[in-house]
């Protein structure tokens, strides 16, 4: 089956820095990769779409200066929290399609940030 | 655009009493349509889809959804209640295949002996 693996898990960083999450298709081509941001006990939010090698398309309401997501290979997109504050502290997943949709949605395991 | 509304944010059933988590869907076109869960901390788990083949469709660990179309529903069923199953639940859905995926508010199980 088809396996997505987002790193870290767990991340806390002060605020003002950025973070890194990265997510990556260990065993597929994705065509499209999604990234969503959960805050607690609520649901998933839609924050972009990617598409290899082409800029992503946010939602309405995403700051694309502050959430900088790149998709340069058909195996990796990373989701860059710029200037992070505590505003920021969530948990971010990502969801990857396979080139032919072989298989669907494949998600992440999810990464829990924490900006003090 | 698509969206979904998922009736009732908590669910609490008895062991062993039938789970209905109600789903309903808006979508200009014919629809795919998912379940998920979600334990604490955790991911999510594919539980069952619907993508225009079978209007009912069965998932995983007993669960099924029937796709009512003149209803605009998608709700999930389980017949018999684990404690396993309290979890969060999520219906999704999207809009020409494989496109960007919608999610509901969610819907929290709770299984009590």
């Known amino acids: 089956g088809a396996v997505v693996s987002q790193h870290p898990s767990w991340v806390i960083c002060k605020s003002g820095t950025s973070v890194k999450i990265e997510c990556r298709s260990l065993d597929f081509q994705a065509t499209t990769m999604f990234w969503y941001r959960q805050f607690p006990k609520q649901s998933l939010m839609l924050m972009a779409t990617?598409?290899?090698?082409?800029?992503?398309?946010?939602e309405q309401g995403v700051e694309k200066d502050k959430f900088l997501i790149n998709h340069a290979s058909l195996t990796l997109s990373t989701l860059t929290v710029t200037s992070a504050h505590p505003e920021d502290s969530s948990f971010y997943i990502c969801?990857?399609?396979?080139?032919?949709?072989?298989?669907?949605?494949?998600f992440g395991s999810g990464t829990r940030l924490t900006v003090v | 655009a698509q969206s979904v509304t998922q009736l009732g944010s908590h669910v609490s059933v008895s062991e062993g009493a039938l789970v209905l988590l109600r789903c309903n869907y808006s979508s200009s076109v014919p629809p795919y349509l998912f379940w998920y869960v979600q334990y604490p901390n955790q991911g999510l788990q594919l539980l069952l889809k619907?993508?225009?083949?079978?209007?009912l469709v069965k998932g995983i660990n007993g669960f099924e959804a029937e796709f009512k179309k003149s209803e605009t529903s998608f709700h999930l069923t389980k017949p018999s209640a684990h404690m396993s199953d309290a979890a969060e639940y999520f219906c999704?859905?999207?809009?020409?295949?494989?496109?960007?995926?919608?999610f509901g508010a969610g819907t929290r199980l709770a299984v009590h002996p």
């Open positions: 619907y993508t225009s083949a079978a209007t």
């Open positions: 990617s598409n290899e090698g082409s800029k992503a398309t946010y």
């Open positions: 969801s990857a399609i396979m080139v032919g949709q072989r298989y669907g949605y494949t």
């Open positions: 999704a859905v999207s809009e020409y295949g494989y496109n960007k995926l919608i």
